[in-house]
């Protein structure tokens, strides 16, 4: 009797070490900076990759579909440009550091899952443009002046990123996240 208790025992340590360890690789595998010096990562280019399978795995847990490799690029941050979290107790600006895509989103959401509820987009559709072509849009917990992004109180949240992949420098976000006024 005490074999089988035992046995069981180490079966399902295994099984959870498995799971646990599986769980890890599959919300690490193929998160890369998409350029240096940006707080922006994505897992769009091991879409193709030999990491594809754990990618793919990522979104389904998530409860959502990946985006095609080929139609859509999707970038996440979670600091600012200087590498700081991104909290609801600070405002932020951020704004637009080169050309935009043709279609781009930016939402945020309360945390680095999808089954967080998505607070507020903006996209190349709704947002006011400046003078010279180029976006700005804050990001606070209050309503503000011109394009404005819902943050959630007191809570860390993530950016994310969606552009018609038309090419690859749509894939890298031109946008610049600068914290402001802290609570």
């Not at 690789?25 to 240096?36: C, D, S, Y």
């Not at 509820?117 to 190349?124: F, G, H, I, V």
Request: glycine fraction near 8%; hydrophobic fraction near 40%.
């Amino acid at each position: 009797m005490r074999r089988f208790i035992w046995a069981t025992v180490y079966v399902a340590v295994g099984v959870a070490a498995g799971c646990f360890s599986a769980f890890v690789l599959i919300q690490q595998a193929g998160v890369k900076p998409v350029a240096a010096g940006v707080p922006w990562q994505s897992r769009s280019a091991a879409l193709a990759g030999p990491n594809a399978f754990y990618v793919r795995s990522h979104y389904l847990l998530e409860g959502r579909l990946p985006p095609a490799p080929s139609q859509l690029g999707e970038a996440t941050a979670e600091t600012d440009s200087d590498g700081r979290p991104l909290t609801g107790s600070c405002s932020y600006l951020i704004s637009s550091t080169g050309p935009l895509p043709r279609w781009w989103s930016l939402g945020i959401i309360e945390g680095a899952t999808a089954k967080a509820a998505l607070q507020t987009t903006a996209d190349s559709d709704t947002t006011v443009h400046e003078a010279d072509g180029s976006v700005k849009i804050a990001a606070a917990t209050g309503p503000q002046p011109g394009n404005w992004l819902k943050a959630p109180n007191q809570r860390s949240f993530t950016l994310i990123y969606s552009a018609l992949s038309s090419s690859p420098r749509a894939l890298e976000p031109p946008f610049a996240i600068k914290r402001g006024a802290c609570s």
